[in-house]
């Protein structure tokens, strides 16, 4: 397949695109990035991602950015199974739930985020646990209010197989566990998570088990 | 076509779906959402919005969340002209581009993120004023420098036809224009961004321009 992915175990984004890749059969190469020990600012890092974002995906000479196109690119490569439902209505409600996650609570509380509101806006060490906790708790309650409410839950986010808005929900239940967030009123999410567990493709893409784990 | 928009004048997400309703030619019934006076509160919003962020559009019964998903879904109703390039190397990279800006920096800078940082990290005017800055630019530099170097920039992000990387950077100019941010190190975000205000549908979609505007 000719595939590269610069991964990071403890990134979200990445975590995404291995979940997806597991789901569909898809191997890669894998350059790993620790975004902790900042690689993500050395240059030759840089020179191919200026944003100094993983994941990246690199295939056949072209660089592919943002985990959800990343993803939507592997759904083209190896169509089985589809991480969207065909119907419109299925799929945009699906992409809603993934990027209520994606663009509405992940992107507050990336590793760089987290570093600005404790050093450079002087919040410090409590200010960003204020902050990281606030978010998740503003996102999973909108999370949960839909999908404990809409019929068209099933075992998964959306119906009895998993799409892609479980594939966004586990690593955001990953990450608030990780800072031990009280998530008790998150039954439905929690349920989905559980779910997303049993399957190979999701236990397999946790942080703990990537070579790069700490 | 029976659709209907909740729409707010300055949301940069509501902005976007303007922009790719003009597009298309698609016309919606609309009701406005004044985020700034609250109104995202009220319970009868919250009741169809449980995450109370607009935009929403109701359709045929269904309510669909998230601007990039309610461009898609608008994409699969009027296919012309298409917002994705046709290829998938293109169509990445056109994902890749609009999810930089809408995941990676304008969650950031969002109404109720930047009254978090003001008043409950208590970081002030010159604290949210700070934090608006630096995100706008690191998001603004990583795009600049991929726009600038890749081939594929044209008249417009990726070739000389507007696409769905156009339809969230124009909202994301006329923000840091909003703030009298400094955006002379981005002249190819600037050189795209006026292409697009040639264009009725974008022009036609500016917050100035919309009854609700204050």
Redesign the interface.
């Known amino acids: 397949m000719n595939l590269h992915l610069y991964d990071y175990f403890r990134s979200s984004a990445a975590y995404r695109v291995r979940i997806a890749m597991n789901l569909k059969g898809v191997q890669a190469e894998r350059s790993y990035v620790n975004l902790f020990r900042g690689e993500q600012a050395n240059p030759e890092f840089r020179s191919l991602s200026?944003?100094?974002?993983v994941p990246v995906l690199e295939h056949d000479g072209?660089r592919?950015?943002?985990s959800?196109?990343?993803i939507?690119?592997l759904d083209?490569?190896h169509p089985e199974p589809p991480v969207l439902p065909a119907d419109?209505?299925g799929?945009?409600?699906v992409?809603?739930l993934a990027?209520?996650i994606?663009?509405?609570i992940?992107?507050?509380n990336n590793l760089r985020?987290l570093n600005?509101?404790e050093n450079?806006?002087?919040?410090g060490k409590e200010?960003r646990m204020?902050?990281l906790a606030?978010w998740c708790h503003v996102?999973l309650?909108?999370l949960e209010?839909?999908l404990s409410?809409e019929p068209a839950t099933g075992r998964f986010c959306h119906g009895d197989q998993p799409t892609l808005a479980d594939i966004c929900l586990a690593p955001q239940v990953f990450f608030a566990r990780r800072f031990d967030l009280d998530l008790s009123a998150y039954p439905t999410v929690l349920r989905i998570d559980a779910a997303c567990q049993q399957i190979p493709a999701f236990a397999d893409a946790a942080p703990g088990k990537q070579p790069d784990a700490a």
């Open positions: 200026p944003s100094g974002l072209q592919i950015y943002q959800l196109a990343i939507d690119y083209g490569l419109p209505a799929r945009a409600r992409q809603g990027l209520a994606a663009a509405d992940h992107p507050l985020v600005f509101v450079d806006l002087g919040a200010g204020k902050w606030h996102g309650e909108g209010a839909r409410a």
